[in-house]
């Protein structure tokens, strides 16, 4: 039986792991937001960076892709990586994926995604701020990945070439790219 992963962040641009398609589309009663700390990629303990997890909100859709992942091997290989590399987030839950608007049904059951959550055992939960705020942690920020930056805009830049145009990422993008210019 196939697996399926769904990605909301870095893993549209960067699975990471061997996979027979991929399915752009979205899910649902879910937002993405810049609410969790990085201090193993995109940041340090110090001086966290900051990534996007997802947040329950009713009636609203999160778009990304679905990565199907067919043969056992490459299953556990997925799996083995990505523990390693959302390790920061706390939470696996199983959602369906869509990829038509009108759709009622969902093309694929099950999906596996990885949330962080405000949960006491997510130490790397940063939470809510004004788009101000996660702008200036984001240009600040930099560790073994590279800059905090380039994650937030690696984001936007896949999320418009999808047809996406996400209200919270692209006003952090906009504030990002004054505080750059000053």
């Avoid at 399926?4 to 061997?18: D, N």
């Avoid at 009713?58 to 067919?70: D, F, I, L, R």
């Avoid at 209200?167 to 906009?174: L, N, Q, S, Y």
Wanted: net charge negative; charged share 30%; aromatic share 12%.
């Amino acid at each position: 039986m196939a697996m399926w992963v769904f990605g909301y962040g870095s893993l549209i641009w960067k699975a990471g792991f061997q996979y027979d398609e991929r399915l752009v589309g979205f899910i649902k009663d879910y937002r993405r937001v810049f609410y969790q700390g990085s201090t193993d990629h995109r940041g340090t303990p110090e001086y966290p960076g900051r990534t996007v997890t997802l947040e329950p909100a009713e009636g609203e859709v999160c778009w990304g892709a679905a990565y199907k992942v067919s043969r056992t091997e490459d299953q556990e290989v997925a799996l083995t990586y990505l523990e390693v590399r959302e390790k920061q987030y706390d939470k696996k839950v199983h959602v369906d994926f869509f990829t038509k608007e009108t759709a009622s049904s969902p093309v694929v059951t099950g999906v596996l995604v990885y949330i962080a959550s405000p949960d006491k055992v997510n130490s790397n939960y940063l939470g809510p701020a004004s788009v101000e705020e996660i702008a200036k942690q984001i240009v600040r920020a930099e560790g073994p990945s590279g800059p905090n930056r380039d994650y937030l805009f690696n984001l936007e830049k896949t999320l418009l070439e999808m047809g996406c145009e996400d209200e919270h990422v692209m006003k952090i993008a906009d504030a990002a790219r004054k505080l750059i210019e000053e």
